[in-house]
C-alpha cells in the first residue's frame, strides 16, 4: 500500500527539537523527503539520521529565519535536491524569549522586536520563498504553527501572543492569495504541549497544575499529537481544508471560564 505523501518533498523550518522534529519524523514516516532546517544544525543532523536509519529520506541545514537569503537557501536545496517542493511546515520560533516575555506596560522594543523577527517574519520568509516553489510544481500545503496564546489574552507573552495571532492572519493571507492556484495554507494551534527544553526553561510546578485544573484531556499533549495533525494538513485528506487554524490543545481553550472552578469544587 502506498503511503499518504509517498514522493512528495518537505521542508520542516524550526525542526531540530519538540514539535518540528516530531512531525519532520511523521512526514517520512507517510512517505516523504524531508529537509531539516534549524539554527541547531547538530540536533537537526541528528533528526535527519534517524529518519534515514528508519529508511525515510532526509538531509538537514542550517538556518537562521531572520536571514531572508537563509530561508530562501533552505527552499532551493530542497527543489535541487528533489525536483520540487509540496509541503512546508514553518514552525521556528524563539523558545528562549518566552521567559522575558511580560505584560505590555513592561515590553522593551528590544525584544519585541527579536521576538516578531524570528516568529512572524521568519514564518512570512518561509511562505514567500515557499510560494513560488510550490505554483511551479501545480500547488502544496504551507502548515504555519501558531499557538493558543495567539487567541487568548494572557497576563503575560505580550509579544508572543501578538506574533502568533498575526501569524493567524498570514495564514489566511496565503490562503486567499494562492487558493486558486492550489497551494492550501492553514495553521496549527498547539495547546501546552511538553517538550524537553534546557534546565530552567520547561514548564514550572505551578504551570502544571494549572493546566491540570483547566485542560479537559487528561494526559499531557506531546510533539506527535501536533505533528499528527500537520501531517493531515499536508496531505490530500485535507485537500479542502485552507485558511483553518487547527487547534490542538486537549480542550486548553474550548472550556467556559467557569470550567477550572467546577473541577476544583
Ligand atoms: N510547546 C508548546 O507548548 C507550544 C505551544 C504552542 C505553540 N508552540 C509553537 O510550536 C513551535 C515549536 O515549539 P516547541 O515547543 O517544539 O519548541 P522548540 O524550542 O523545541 O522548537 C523550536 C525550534 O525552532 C528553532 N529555532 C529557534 N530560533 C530559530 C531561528 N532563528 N531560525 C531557525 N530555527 C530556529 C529551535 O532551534 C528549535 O528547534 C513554535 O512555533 C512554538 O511557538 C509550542
Not at 99 to 105: E, F, I, P, S, W
Not at 113 to 128: H, I, L, P, S, Y
Request: negative net charge.
Amino acid at each position: 500500500m502506498r503511503e499518504p505523501l509517498e514522493g512528495r518533498v518537505a521542508v520542516v523550518i524550526g525542526s531540530a527539537t519538540g514539535i518540528g522534529a516530531a512531525t519532520a519524523a511523521k512526514l517520512a514516516e507517510r512517505g516523504a523527503r524531508v529537509l531539516l532546517a534549524d539554527l541547531a544544525l547538530d540536533a537537526a543532523q541528528s533528526r535527519a539520521r534517524e529518519i534515514i536509519e528508519r529508511g525515510g529520506q532526509a538531509f538537514a541545514l542550517q538556518c537562521d529565519v531572520v536571514d531572508e537569503s537563509a530561508v530562501a537557501g533552505v527552499i532551493a536545496a530542497a527543489v535541487d535536491r528533489w525536483g520540487g517542493l509540496d509541503i512546508l511546515h514553518n514552525n521556528a520560533a524563539a523558545m528562549q524569549l518566552v521567559r522575558g516575555d511580560g505584560a505590555v506596560a513592561d515590553a522593551t522594543a528590544e525584544h519585541w522586536d527579536e521576538t516578531f523577527a524570528v516568529n512572524v517574519r521568519g514564518q512570512m520568509f518561509g511562505c514567500k520563498h515557499a510560494i513560488p516553489a510550490m505554483l511551479a510544481r501545480g500547488g502544496g500545503s504551507i502548515i504555519n504553527t501558531s499557538s493558543a496564546s495567539g487567541l487568548l489574552g494572557d497576563l503575560g507573552l505580550s509579544a508572543y501572543g501578538a506574533g502568533k495571532a498575526a501569524i493567524n492572519q498570514l495564514t489566511r493571507a496565503v490562503a486567499v492569495q494562492y487558493g486558486r492556484q492550489n497551494i492550501r495554507c492553514n495553521a496549527v494551534i498547539p495547546g501546552l504541549i511538553k517538550v524537553e527544553r534546557p534546565e530552567g526553561r520547561g514548564m514550572t510546578v505551578e504551570q502544571r497544575l494549572s493546566l491540570r485544573e483547566h485542560q479537559p484531556a487528561p494526559f499531557d499533549g506531546v510533539p506527535d499529537d501536533v505533528a499528527s495533525a500537520v501531517a493531515f494538513l499536508a496531505g490530500d485528506d485535507a485537500r479542502f481544508v485552507n485558511g483553518h487554524l487547527l487547534v490542538v490543545d486537549g480542550g486548553l481553550t474550548a472550556h467556559m471560564p467557569t470550567y477550572g472552578d467546577a473541577m476544583r469544587s
